[in-house]
Every structure is written in C-alpha cells, then in structure tokens.
C-alpha cells in the first residue's frame, strides 16, 4: 500500500501494456492524474466508448478493420490516496506527471 496514514477509497482504472514503460494508467485528467472510476461497469463502458468510435471510424472509411475492433487497454481495481495517487494491488503506484 501506499501509505499506512492515509485513508484510500477502492476504485477502477484503465491500463495499457508499453513496450517501453510497462503498465500505465491508460488515460490521465488535465491535472496528470490517473483517470479512475467508481465501479467496474463505469471503466467497462469508457472503453466500449473507446471501441465504438473506432467502429465508427472504420464505416466511415478511416480506419482498418483489424484496428477498429483492437484495444490493448484492460481494468484493474485500484487504491485511489487523497493526493489522487492510485496503486495497485501488485504494488504498481502512480501519480502526477507533468503535462
């Protein structure tokens, strides 16, 4: 855990797999937090957004099949610290980066 003085509250998070970096938050908010949600439901149905958008993409003309219907991200339950640090539950932490 993060920290044993601060009180964390459960949530979701979308996470990607780098090449370079390995797991990271799939998405930030303006402040360069990790974008978190309530419940799993939620962060399932940003990325059916997601896919949704490409879908629409590829009828449009924009975008190759094989590409609309991929996505690399997947959700992972999350502790979310009040500085909006998350963690994981194997130990991976993230915080605020620079925009």
């Not at 190759?64 to 932490?93: H, K, M, Q, R, Y």
């Amino acid at each position: 855990m993060y920290s044993t003085n601060k009180k964390s509250r459960p949530a979701f998070a979308i996470f990607q797999e780098t090449i370079c970096e390995g797991v990271i938050p799939a998405w930030r908010d303006e402040r360069g937090l990790p974008v978190t949600y309530d419940s799993e439901k939620e962060a399932q149905r940003e990325i059916a957004e997601l896919l949704i958008g490409q879908l629409n993409d590829f009828l449009a003309g924009n975008r190759e099949f094989d590409d609309a219907i991929a996505t690399s991200d997947f959700i992972l339950p999350v502790d979310v610290w009040p500085d909006g640090t998350i963690s994981t539950e194997s130990g991976l932490l993230f915080g605020r980066t620079e925009q």
